[in-house]
Structures are given as structure tokens and as C-alpha cells.
């Protein structure tokens, strides 16, 4: 029965590979016919909402919580997979994403047969990661997810595309060795390689080379933070993002680069332990860079005059937040970070599906073009106002919940100057992102005396593209007045790895 913790991946990868192999004489209408003799976009929706039942199954009656041996690398390394607390809470996320974003690309996307399969393939092998069991089977699905989802950025095809995919895989690679580096030294000082919540270190080994381990960590830390678009290698993202389809952008944005997030989880909280780097020089150069991270990626994206660019150097900010909780190493700063991993997910990929709804009504992509759209498209607007205020942190938004635990969090560790500078960061950087987002808004309702309205009428976007947005919108808020729903859950994991 707990083989059933491979439909959730199984399923996505058959109706990708079904999509891929229909031949493209099926997609085009015959001669005097009104209609092809198969809509690919219907068949997308009908394998996306199997993926998602089949993970909503195996996330609910919790068969898969036992840990599953499929077949062992070398002699004594299992591919293994087991749905665990933290796992549930991104394959949810990842889901919910994945099928907002879907049900925005049948009208974007409509016939893009290679962009339909390329995402259902993305989101399985993203549950895989999810569902990982131990170090090595993450490790094969990080490496899987880069390689699924860089079709997705060149899929235009354009020279900036394709230069833009090439960027993405060269950097995502490159960061994947330096956490298989790390890999292969903590094999060799652990009990197990199975997660485990507190850390798995053989303490006797460790301590005849020390220097070694952190080296390794570190290494981790930068190569799985490639992924989440953290200094110095962040670079990748604010290139690949913009030029993906807006859909593609949303879960690229909102789910993918938490792909890194997980890793670093997986490495520093359930193999390493957070007792074994506190206080080291590991963890004193991890949040330097996390918050060099934050107020670099807020300036860029203020100074940013491209909407979609705007908002993937906003992604380089805000999931530093995510690793600033986790590099303090304190309880409610992790809750803070695991918190902001649900909440952004919704708001970044609302945000994204709101540009590519604005892009694709009117065609203006730079932010001094979208002047009155507030009146062209309110649902839309109004949408991606709510979801601005969650960014920001304003209450009583989700946003303001997670960033809350955060600051609170680092005033509580034990980690000098700090504990200081971190809030004052996240705090400079809230007014940053108030200062590229709300102006969108305020000259969008409110564009002034000069704006013609006979050349602008009201043309909202189809309700395939604005239900998705109001949906993930409406998350986020709700999670900010009712916290409870989704914190009782995240302190539970806290309890483990404390």
C-alpha cells in the first residue's frame, strides 16, 4: 500500500509523456473540420487535475508516512521515498501552486504542446523531492527538477531565451556539484543518510576533522542556495525568470527555487543538526550573505523598470528572508522562515500570473506602460494589490505573519549584533518593496487627469486567468487572519529538530 507514495510523481510523468508522443497531425483540424481532433490544453487539464487528485490522496490518508526502499545505489545507499511533516507542507504548496498556474496556461499556453508536457513533468519530479527519504534520493530529484524545468525558461525560443535557460542550467548545475561535494563528506561522518529531525552526525568521526565538515556545509550551503537565488550566484534568476512564460514564471518563482530551500532544511536540520553549527563561523557567514542577499535583491527590483524582472529580483529578496530563519538557528525564526515558504509561494505566483494577465491583454510589460490599469482590468489589479500588501508584510496579511516570527525570532537568538541587524534589514527592505509594488497600484486606479479613458476601455482578463490569481490572492490573506491553520502544523517540526 505505501507504494502508492509514487502516483503523486508517476502520474504527472505518464501524461507528459503521453502529451509528448501525440503526433501533431491529432492538434491540427482537418480540412473543413472547426475543431482539431484532440485539444491538447484539454488533455493538460485532464492528466494536471489526476496529478494533483493522486497527490491530495497520498497527502491526506497518509499511507506513504512510512519510509519506502525501491531499489539501493552502490551497496548500501536505498532510493527511498516517505511523506514526513516537513514534505507534506511543500508538496501542499507545490500543488496548489502548480495547479493555479496550470489552470492560467490554458488560455495563456493554449496549443503549447512542449510547454504542457515540460510542466506536468516538472511538478512530478518536484513531489518526488518533496517525498524524499533520505540525502541521495533528494539529491536525484534536485537534479531532476533543473532538468525538467529548463525547457520552461527557453520556451519562447528566442536568443535571450535560450541564453537565458543556458544561464539557469550552467548555474543550477554548478551548485548541484557543490552539494553532491557536501554529500559525499557527510556520508562518510554519518549514522544514516535518512533524514532525520536534530541532525545524524557520528560525533567521533566528526571530531578528528571538524574543519572538514563545516567546509562541506558551506559548500551546501552555497550550492543548494544557487537554487534559491542566493548571493554571490543568484544571478541566474533575475536572467531566466522574465523570459519563461508568465505561468512558468509563477511556479519558477513561487515553488522551484524553495527546491533549494528544502535542501538546505534537509542538510542543516536533519542531517548536520543546528547544534553543530551554531555559533560557528558557518553560521556567521551564511547570514551575512543571506542578508546581503535581501537588500540587494530589494534595491535591484526598486531600481527595475521591467514588471516580470521587477518581480524575479523581488524572488531574490524574499527567499533570503526564508533563509535568514534558518541560518539563526531558533525555534520561531524557523517557524518565520517555513511560514514565509507557504505564503510567498501563493504570493509570488499570483504576482507573476498577474503580469503575464496584464502582458497578455494588453501587451506593455514595463511598469511606466501600465498606468490606468487599475480601470482596463480591476479584478486583476485588485488582485495583485492584496497580494503587494502580503509581500510587504502588512497586516493582516500572510505576509506579516511570517516576517513577524522572523524578526522576532532573530531578537531571540543568541546570535550579538545580529539579533539587531537582521529586523532592521527586513524592515528596510518592507519599504523597499513598498516602493516598487504600490506605485503599480496607485497609478493603475489612480492615472490622473491626462488619462484617456476613450482609448482604454475595461477589458478584464478571461476568468481562467483571474480565478487562478484570486485564489492563490485569497490564500495568502486568509493565512494572515487565520495563522493557525498553517503555524500548528510548523511548530509540530520545530518540536523535532529542537
Same mark, same amino acid.
Given at each position: 500500500?505505501?507504494?502508492?507514495?509514487?502516483?503523486?510523481?508517476?502520474?504527472?510523468?505518464?501524461?507528459?509523456?503521453?502529451?509528448?508522443?501525440?503526433?501533431?497531425?491529432?492538434?491540427?483540424?482537418?480540412?473543413?473540420?472547426?475543431?482539431?481532433?484532440?485539444?491538447?490544453?484539454?488533455?493538460?487539464?485532464?492528466?494536471?487535475?489526476? $496529478?494533483?487528485?493522486?497527490? *491530495?490522496?497520498? +497527502?491526506? $490518508?497518509?499511507?506513504?508516512?512510512?519510509?519506502?526502499?525501491?531499489?539501493?545505489? %552502490?551497496?548500501?545507499?536505498?532510493?527511498?521515498?516517505?511523506?514526513?511533516? %516537513?514534505? &507534506?507542507?511543500?508538496?501542499?504548496?507545490?500543488?496548489?501552486?502548480?495547479?493555479?498556474?496550470?489552470?492560467?496556461?490554458?488560455?495563456?499556453?493554449?496549443?503549447?504542446?512542449?510547454?504542457?508536457?515540460?510542466?506536468?513533468?516538472?511538478?512530478? *519530479?518536484?513531489?518526488?523531492?518533496?517525498?524524499?527519504?533520505?540525502?541521495?534520493?533528494?539529491?536525484?530529484?534536485?537534479?531532476?527538477?533543473?532538468?525538467?524545468?529548463?525547457? +520552461?525558461?527557453?520556451?519562447?525560443?528566442?536568443?535571450? $531565451?535560450?541564453?537565458?535557460?543556458?544561464?539557469?542550467?550552467?548555474?543550477?548545475?554548478?551548485?548541484?556539484?557543490? @552539494?553532491?561535494?557536501?554529500?559525499?563528506?557527510?556520508?562518510?561522518?554519518? &549514522?544514516?543518510?535518512?533524514?532525520t529531525p536534530g541532525g545524524c552526525l557520528d560525533m567521533e568521526k566528526v571530531q578528528t576533522h571538524p574543519t572538514l565538515i563545516f567546509?562541506?556545509?558551506?559548500?551546501?550551503?552555497?550550492?543548494? @542556495?544557487?537554487?534559491?537565488?542566493?548571493?554571490?550566484?543568484?544571478?541566474?534568476?533575475?536572467?531566466?525568470?522574465?523570459?519563461?512564460?508568465?505561468?512558468?514564471?509563477?511556479?519558477?518563482?513561487?515553488?522551484?527555487?524553495?527546491?533549494?530551500?528544502?535542501?538546505?532544511?534537509?542538510?542543516?536540520?536533519?542531517?548536520?543538526?543546528?547544534?553543530?553549527?551554531?555559533?560557528?563561523?558557518?553560521?556567521?557567514?551564511?547570514?551575512?550573505?543571506?542578508?546581503?542577499? *535581501?537588500?540587494? @535583491?530589494?534595491?535591484?527590483?526598486?531600481?527595475?523598470?521591467?514588471?516580470?524582472?521587477?518581480?524575479?529580483? $523581488?524572488?531574490?529578496?524574499?527567499?533570503?528572508?526564508?533563509?535568514?530563519? #534558518?541560518?539563526?538557528?531558533?525555534?520561531?525564526?524557523?517557524?518565520?522562515?517555513?511560514?514565509?515558504?507557504?505564503?510567498?509561494?501563493? &504570493?509570488?505566483?499570483?504576482?507573476? %500570473?498577474?503580469?503575464?494577465?496584464?502582458?497578455?491583454?494588453?501587451?506593455?510589460?514595463?511598469?511606466?506602460?501600465?498606468?490606468?490599469?487599475?480601470?482596463?482590468?480591476?479584478?486583476?489589479?485588485?488582485?495583485?494589490?492584496?497580494?503587494?500588501?502580503?509581500?510587504?508584510?502588512?497586516?493582516p496579511t500572510g505576509g506579516f505573519i511570517s516576517k513577524w516570527y522572523l524578526a522576532t525570532g532573530a531578537l531571540s537568538a543568541d546570535?550579538?549584533?545580529?539579533?539587531?541587524?537582521?529586523?532592521? &534589514?527586513?524592515?528596510?527592505?518592507?519599504?523597499?518593496?513598498?516602493?516598487? #509594488?504600490?506605485?503599480?497600484?496607485?497609478?493603475?486606479?489612480?492615472?490622473?487627469?491626462?488619462?484617456?479613458?476613450?482609448?482604454?476601455?475595461?477589458?478584464?482578463?478571461?476568468?481562467?486567468?483571474?480565478?487562478?490569481?484570486?485564489?492563490?490572492?485569497?490564500?495568502?490573506?486568509?493565512?494572515?487572519?487565520?495563522?493557525?491553520?498553517?503555524?500548528?502544523?510548523?511548530?509540530?517540526?520545530?518540536?523535532?529538530?529542537?
Amino acid at each position: 500500500m505505501n507504494y502508492l507514495i509514487l502516483l503523486p510523481i508517476l502520474i504527472p510523468v505518464i501524461g507528459a509523456l503521453i502529451i509528448f508522443l501525440i503526433p501533431n497531425k491529432l492538434l491540427q483540424a482537418k480540412e473543413g473540420a472547426k475543431r482539431p481532433y484532440i485539444k491538447i490544453h484539454s488533455l493538460f487539464a485532464v492528466w494536471m487535475l489526476l $496529478s494533483a487528485a493522486a497527490s *491530495v490522496y497520498v +497527502l491526506v $490518508s497518509g499511507i506513504a508516512s512510512k519510509p519506502v526502499e525501491f531499489f539501493t545505489l %552502490l551497496d548500501n545507499i536505498p532510493v527511498m521515498l516517505c511523506a514526513d511533516k %516537513l514534505g &507534506i507542507i511543500f508538496a501542499w504548496v507545490s500543488t496548489i501552486a502548480f495547479v493555479c498556474a496550470g489552470a492560467f496556461s490554458f488560455r495563456y499556453m493554449k496549443g503549447e504542446k512542449n510547454y504542457y508536457g515540460f510542466f506536468l513533468m516538472t511538478y512530478g *519530479v518536484l513531489q518526488g523531492l518533496d517525498f524524499a527519504g533520505n540525502l541521495v534520493t533528494m539529491y536525484l530529484f534536485f537534479e531532476m527538477v533543473t532538468l525538467m524545468s529548463f525547457p +520552461l525558461v527557453m520556451q519562447t525560443k528566442t536568443k535571450e $531565451s535560450i541564453m537565458a535557460a543556458l544561464k539557469y542550467i550552467f548555474y543550477s548545475l554548478a551548485g548541484a556539484y557543490m @552539494g553532491l561535494f557536501a554529500i559525499y563528506f557527510l556520508y562518510q561522518n554519518t &549514522i544514516t543518510l535518512t533524514f532525520t529531525p536534530g541532525g545524524c552526525l557520528d560525533m567521533e568521526k566528526v571530531q578528528t576533522h571538524p574543519t572538514l565538515i563545516f567546509v562541506a556545509v558551506m559548500a551546501a550551503i552555497i550550492g543548494f @542556495g544557487v537554487k534559491a537565488g542566493m548571493f554571490p550566484m543568484h544571478a541566474w534568476l533575475p536572467t531566466a525568470h522574465p523570459v519563461a512564460p508568465a505561468p512558468a514564471s509563477g511556479v519558477l518563482s513561487g515553488v522551484i527555487v524553495k527546491a533549494g530551500v528544502l535542501a538546505l532544511i534537509r542538510v542543516i536540520y536533519y542531517i548536520v543538526g543546528p547544534d553543530f553549527l551554531r555559533g560557528t563561523w558557518v553560521q556567521t557567514v551564511w547570514i551575512i550573505l543571506a542578508l546581503i542577499t *535581501v537588500f540587494m @535583491g530589494s534595491l535591484l527590483a526598486y531600481r527595475e523598470k521591467v514588471l516580470k524582472k521587477r518581480l524575479a529580483y $523581488s524572488t531574490v529578496s524574499q527567499i533570503s528572508y526564508i533563509l535568514l530563519g #534558518l541560518a539563526v538557528f531558533e525555534p520561531t525564526a524557523l517557524t518565520g522562515s517555513l511560514l514565509h515558504v507557504v505564503f510567498h509561494a501563493f &504570493i509570488k505566483t499570483a504576482l507573476f %500570473l498577474c503580469a503575464g494577465a496584464f502582458i497578455h491583454e494588453t501587451g506593455k510589460e514595463r511598469v511606466d506602460e501600465l498606468t490606468g490599469i487599475g480601470k482596463k482590468m480591476p479584478i486583476t489589479t485588485m488582485c495583485f494589490t492584496v497580494a503587494s500588501l502580503g509581500l510587504i508584510g502588512i497586516p493582516p496579511t500572510g505576509g506579516f505573519i511570517s516576517k513577524w516570527y522572523l524578526a522576532t525570532g532573530a531578537l531571540s537568538a543568541d546570535i550579538g549584533a545580529f539579533g539587531y541587524l537582521i529586523p532592521a &534589514i527586513l524592515l528596510a527592505s518592507a519599504l523597499l518593496t513598498a516602493g516598487y #509594488l504600490l506605485p503599480i497600484t496607485i497609478k493603475g486606479f489612480f492615472p490622473g487627469a491626462d488619462f484617456d479613458y476613450t482609448n482604454n476601455p475595461k477589458k478584464e482578463a478571461s476568468a481562467w486567468m483571474w480565478m487562478p490569481i484570486l485564489i492563490l490572492t485569497a490564500l495568502s490573506f486568509i493565512g494572515g487572519v487565520f495563522p493557525d491553520l498553517f503555524a500548528d502544523f510548523i511548530l509540530w517540526i520545530q518540536a523535532l529538530v529542537f
